[in-house]
Protein backbone atom coordinates (compact mmCIF):
# COMPACT_ATOMS: atom_id res chain seq x y z
CA UNK A 1 0.00 0.00 0.00
CA UNK A 2 3.46 2.87 0.72
CA UNK A 3 4.49 1.90 -2.51
CA UNK A 4 1.36 2.20 -4.49
CA UNK A 5 -0.26 5.72 -2.92
CA UNK A 6 -0.44 8.33 -4.69
CA UNK A 7 1.25 10.85 -1.95
CA UNK A 8 -0.19 14.72 -1.72
CA UNK A 9 1.82 17.29 -0.51
CA UNK A 10 -0.75 17.65 2.27
CA UNK A 11 -0.39 14.56 4.02
CA UNK A 12 0.24 13.49 7.33
CA UNK A 13 1.49 10.51 8.55
CA UNK A 14 2.16 9.41 12.09
CA UNK A 15 4.71 6.87 12.24
CA UNK A 16 5.17 5.32 15.14
CA UNK A 17 6.77 1.92 17.15
CA UNK A 18 4.57 -0.22 18.80
CA UNK A 19 2.59 1.31 22.14
CA UNK A 20 4.16 4.75 21.92
CA UNK A 21 1.52 6.98 21.67
CA UNK A 22 0.57 5.98 18.07
CA UNK A 23 -2.93 6.52 18.90
CA UNK A 24 -2.47 9.69 20.86
CA UNK A 25 -1.02 11.63 18.26
CA UNK A 26 -3.48 9.94 15.31
CA UNK A 27 -6.13 11.53 17.70
CA UNK A 28 -4.59 14.79 18.08
CA UNK A 29 -3.98 15.30 14.87
CA UNK A 30 -7.71 14.57 14.14
CA UNK A 31 -8.96 16.89 16.66
CA UNK A 32 -6.74 20.03 15.21
CA UNK A 33 -7.81 19.10 11.54
CA UNK A 34 -11.72 19.20 12.48
CA UNK A 35 -11.34 21.63 15.48
CA UNK A 36 -12.43 19.21 17.93
CA UNK A 37 -14.58 16.25 17.11
CA UNK A 38 -16.65 14.22 19.60
CA UNK A 39 -18.72 12.57 16.98
CA UNK A 40 -16.65 10.53 14.61
CA UNK A 41 -17.48 6.92 14.90
CA UNK A 42 -13.76 5.05 14.81
CA UNK A 43 -10.13 7.38 14.31
CA UNK A 44 -9.02 4.29 12.03
CA UNK A 45 -12.01 4.94 10.05
CA UNK A 46 -10.86 8.83 9.79
CA UNK A 47 -7.30 8.14 9.84
CA UNK A 48 -6.39 5.16 7.57
CA UNK A 49 -3.85 2.53 9.22
CA UNK A 50 -1.83 1.80 5.41
CA UNK A 51 -0.63 -1.40 6.50
CA UNK A 52 -3.53 -2.88 8.19
CA UNK A 53 -6.11 -5.17 6.64
CA UNK A 54 -10.00 -5.96 7.88
CA UNK A 55 -9.54 -9.50 7.29
CA UNK A 56 -6.68 -11.86 6.06
CA UNK A 57 -6.07 -11.81 2.73
CA UNK A 58 -8.07 -8.58 2.04
CA UNK A 59 -6.70 -6.92 -1.49
CA UNK A 60 -5.27 -3.54 -0.31
CA UNK A 61 -7.27 -2.28 -3.43
CA UNK A 62 -9.95 -3.17 -2.01
CA UNK A 63 -9.10 -1.02 1.15
CA UNK A 64 -7.83 1.87 -1.60
CA UNK A 65 -11.05 2.10 -3.13
CA UNK A 66 -12.82 2.22 0.39
CA UNK A 67 -10.70 5.60 1.12
CA UNK A 68 -10.62 7.32 -1.99
CA UNK A 69 -14.72 7.03 -1.90
CA UNK A 70 -14.76 7.87 1.83
CA UNK A 71 -12.70 9.17 3.95
CA UNK A 72 -9.88 11.15 1.11
CA UNK A 73 -13.22 13.37 0.57
CA UNK A 74 -14.22 14.19 4.21
CA UNK A 75 -11.31 15.72 5.56
CA UNK A 76 -9.00 18.77 4.63
CA UNK A 77 -5.79 16.81 4.50
CA UNK A 78 -5.22 13.19 4.82
CA UNK A 79 -4.10 11.40 7.76
CA UNK A 80 -2.44 7.77 7.99
CA UNK A 81 -1.12 5.99 10.84
CA UNK A 82 1.73 2.86 10.30
CA UNK A 83 3.99 1.27 12.35
CA UNK A 84 6.49 1.64 9.51
CA UNK A 85 9.62 3.59 9.28
CA UNK A 86 12.02 4.47 6.30
CA UNK A 87 12.95 2.67 4.50
CA UNK A 88 10.27 0.53 4.16
CA UNK A 89 7.94 3.51 4.43
CA UNK A 90 9.15 5.73 1.89
CA UNK A 91 10.09 8.91 2.81
CA UNK A 92 8.64 11.83 0.59
CA UNK A 93 10.26 15.36 0.89
CA UNK A 94 6.58 16.89 0.40
CA UNK A 95 4.52 14.70 3.38
CA UNK A 96 4.75 15.66 7.33
CA UNK A 97 5.68 12.91 9.73
CA UNK A 98 4.93 12.72 13.03
CA UNK A 99 7.38 10.24 15.07
CA UNK A 100 6.41 9.67 18.91
CA UNK A 101 8.96 8.43 20.95
CA UNK A 102 8.79 6.92 24.24
CA UNK A 103 10.85 5.60 27.02
CA UNK A 104 11.91 1.24 26.12
CA UNK A 105 10.94 -0.07 29.67
CA UNK A 106 7.45 2.17 29.56
CA UNK A 107 6.85 0.68 26.12
CA UNK A 108 7.71 -2.60 26.49
CA UNK A 109 4.78 -2.62 29.88
CA UNK A 110 1.98 -1.22 27.47
CA UNK A 111 3.31 -4.13 24.95
CA UNK A 112 2.78 -6.27 27.10
CA UNK A 113 -0.71 -4.99 28.07
CA UNK A 114 -1.72 -4.60 24.71
CA UNK A 115 -0.62 -7.97 23.70
CA UNK A 116 -3.12 -9.56 26.70
CA UNK A 117 -6.29 -7.47 25.11
CA UNK A 118 -6.62 -9.39 22.29
CA UNK A 119 -9.57 -12.03 21.98
CA UNK A 120 -8.68 -15.46 20.99
CA UNK A 121 -11.02 -15.55 18.43
CA UNK A 122 -8.92 -12.37 16.16
CA UNK A 123 -5.81 -14.61 17.03
CA UNK A 124 -7.25 -17.59 15.61
CA UNK A 125 -8.40 -16.25 12.53
CA UNK A 126 -4.63 -14.42 11.65
CA UNK A 127 -2.87 -17.76 12.66
CA UNK A 128 -1.86 -16.93 16.04
CA UNK A 129 -0.82 -13.25 15.95
CA UNK A 130 0.39 -11.51 17.58
CA UNK A 131 1.48 -13.82 20.17
CA UNK A 132 0.49 -14.79 23.44
CA UNK A 133 3.43 -14.92 26.19
CA UNK A 134 2.81 -16.53 29.51
CA UNK A 135 5.12 -13.99 31.28
CA UNK A 136 6.75 -10.30 31.09
CA UNK A 137 10.01 -11.43 31.17
CA UNK A 138 9.00 -14.42 28.30
CA UNK A 139 7.98 -11.00 26.22
CA UNK A 140 11.36 -9.13 27.21
CA UNK A 141 13.95 -11.93 25.99
CA UNK A 142 12.09 -11.69 22.21
CA UNK A 143 11.83 -7.58 22.02
CA UNK A 144 15.79 -7.94 23.23
CA UNK A 145 16.58 -10.83 20.32
CA UNK A 146 14.46 -8.83 17.61
CA UNK A 147 15.03 -4.91 19.13
CA UNK A 148 12.39 -3.59 17.55
CA UNK A 149 12.01 -0.18 19.96
CA UNK A 150 15.92 0.48 18.58
CA UNK A 151 15.49 -0.63 15.34
CA UNK A 152 12.59 2.22 14.98
CA UNK A 153 14.46 4.75 16.45
CA UNK A 154 17.53 4.51 14.48
CA UNK A 155 15.56 4.66 11.20
CA UNK A 156 14.01 8.03 12.07
CA UNK A 157 16.81 9.56 14.10
CA UNK A 158 19.14 10.56 10.74
CA UNK A 159 15.58 12.68 9.79
CA UNK A 160 14.85 14.45 13.20
CA UNK A 161 15.75 17.90 11.59
CA UNK A 162 14.36 17.36 8.91
CA UNK A 163 11.71 20.32 8.25
CA UNK A 164 8.87 18.00 7.35
CA UNK A 165 9.62 15.54 10.36
CA UNK A 166 8.39 15.77 13.91
CA UNK A 167 10.28 13.50 16.61
CA UNK A 168 8.12 13.89 19.83
CA UNK A 169 8.67 12.27 23.06
CA UNK A 170 5.68 10.55 24.75
CA UNK A 171 6.99 12.25 28.23
CA UNK A 172 6.97 15.53 27.10
CA UNK A 173 3.48 15.50 25.68
CA UNK A 174 2.27 14.05 28.94
CA UNK A 175 4.00 16.78 30.87
CA UNK A 176 2.62 19.61 28.95
CA UNK A 177 -0.26 18.72 26.89
CA UNK A 178 -1.22 22.27 25.76
CA UNK A 179 2.18 23.78 24.84
CA UNK A 180 2.66 19.83 22.72
CA UNK A 181 -0.04 20.37 21.28
CA UNK A 182 0.03 24.12 19.74
CA UNK A 183 3.42 22.76 18.51
CA UNK A 184 1.82 19.89 16.40
CA UNK A 185 -0.70 22.83 15.07
CA UNK A 186 2.23 24.63 13.87
CA UNK A 187 4.16 22.42 12.23
CA UNK A 188 0.72 21.10 10.49
CA UNK A 189 0.26 24.67 9.79
CA UNK A 190 -3.01 25.26 11.41
CA UNK A 191 -4.14 28.35 12.99
CA UNK A 192 -6.28 27.07 16.38
CA UNK A 193 -9.51 28.96 17.46
CA UNK A 194 -9.60 29.93 20.86
CA UNK A 195 -12.83 29.06 21.74
CA UNK A 196 -11.58 25.64 19.77
CA UNK A 197 -8.68 24.67 22.19
CA UNK A 198 -10.42 23.66 25.28
CA UNK A 199 -12.39 21.39 23.29
CA UNK A 200 -9.50 20.31 21.62
CA UNK A 201 -7.16 19.61 24.79
CA UNK A 202 -10.32 17.83 26.75
CA UNK A 203 -10.99 15.28 23.59
CA UNK A 204 -6.72 14.75 23.63
CA UNK A 205 -6.98 13.78 27.00
CA UNK A 206 -6.39 10.62 27.91
CA UNK A 207 -9.46 10.69 30.57
CA UNK A 208 -11.79 11.79 27.27
CA UNK A 209 -9.94 9.16 25.41
CA UNK A 210 -10.59 6.49 28.37
CA UNK A 211 -14.52 7.06 28.19
CA UNK A 212 -14.82 6.93 25.03
CA UNK A 213 -12.23 3.56 24.19
CA UNK A 214 -14.28 2.15 21.38
CA UNK A 215 -13.53 5.43 19.17
CA UNK A 216 -9.92 3.87 19.42
CA UNK A 217 -10.01 0.37 18.92
CA UNK A 218 -9.53 -1.76 15.83
CA UNK A 219 -13.42 -1.15 14.11
CA UNK A 220 -15.33 -3.90 14.62
CA UNK A 221 -15.66 -5.16 10.55
CA UNK A 222 -19.34 -7.68 9.89
CA UNK A 223 -18.51 -11.34 9.80
CA UNK A 224 -15.30 -10.80 11.74
CA UNK A 225 -14.12 -11.64 15.17
CA UNK A 226 -13.66 -8.64 17.89
CA UNK A 227 -9.87 -7.76 18.09
CA UNK A 228 -9.85 -6.38 21.28
CA UNK A 229 -11.43 -6.98 24.01
CA UNK A 230 -13.06 -3.86 25.51
CA UNK A 231 -10.44 -1.18 27.15
CA UNK A 232 -7.71 -3.18 25.36
CA UNK A 233 -6.38 -0.34 23.30
CA UNK A 234 -6.79 3.32 25.78
CA UNK A 235 -5.11 2.39 28.98
CA UNK A 236 -3.62 4.87 30.83
CA UNK A 237 -0.66 6.14 29.14
CA UNK A 238 1.24 6.61 32.65
CA UNK A 239 5.06 7.53 32.68
CA UNK A 240 7.81 5.47 34.55
CA UNK A 241 5.43 2.02 34.83
CA UNK A 242 7.81 -0.15 37.04
CA UNK A 243 5.54 -2.89 38.51
CA UNK A 244 6.26 -4.89 35.75
CA UNK A 245 9.92 -4.59 36.46
CA UNK A 246 10.72 -5.79 39.52
CA UNK A 247 13.30 -9.03 38.71
CA UNK A 248 16.81 -6.78 38.61
CA UNK A 249 18.24 -9.18 36.37
CA UNK A 250 15.70 -8.31 33.74
CA UNK A 251 16.41 -5.06 33.97
CA UNK A 252 19.86 -5.34 33.51
CA UNK A 253 19.68 -7.15 30.25
CA UNK A 254 17.37 -4.94 29.15
CA UNK A 255 19.75 -1.49 29.93
CA UNK A 256 22.74 -3.31 28.37
CA UNK A 257 21.33 -3.86 25.20
CA UNK A 258 20.00 -0.15 25.59
CA UNK A 259 23.41 1.35 25.95
CA UNK A 260 24.66 -1.46 23.43
CA UNK A 261 22.07 -0.09 20.59
CA UNK A 262 22.01 3.39 21.96
CA UNK A 263 25.65 4.41 22.29
CA UNK A 264 25.32 8.20 21.92
CA UNK A 265 24.15 9.24 25.74
CA UNK A 266 22.80 12.42 24.23
CA UNK A 267 20.40 10.21 21.86
CA UNK A 268 20.01 7.74 25.10
CA UNK A 269 19.05 10.58 27.62
CA UNK A 270 16.04 11.79 24.88
CA UNK A 271 14.66 8.27 24.24
CA UNK A 272 14.46 7.89 27.90
CA UNK A 273 13.22 11.17 29.41
CA UNK A 274 12.66 13.54 26.62
CA UNK A 275 13.62 17.05 26.77
CA UNK A 276 15.77 19.28 24.00
CA UNK A 277 16.03 16.89 20.91
CA UNK A 278 19.77 16.67 20.25
Not at 90 to 101: G, K, W
Not at 185 to 209: H, N, R, T, Y
Request: proline share 8%; glycine share 8%; net charge negative.
Amino acid sequence: MMQTLVWQATDVVVSSGTKQGTTWLLNIVHQLRTGGDAHFGNLLDECPWLEATDYPGQPYQERLQQWETGVFRKHPFRAFKTHQAPPVLPFNAQVRYIVPVRNSQDTAVSIYHFLNAFTEESRAQWGGFPPKYGSFAEMIHVLIQHKPYWRFVHSWWPYRQEPNVLLLHFADLKRDPAAKIEQIAQFLGIDVDADKLPGILEKCSFGWMKEHGAKFEPPLVPGQPRVLHPGGMIRNGRISENELWEDTNLVAQWETVHKSELPDEAQRNWCDHGGALP
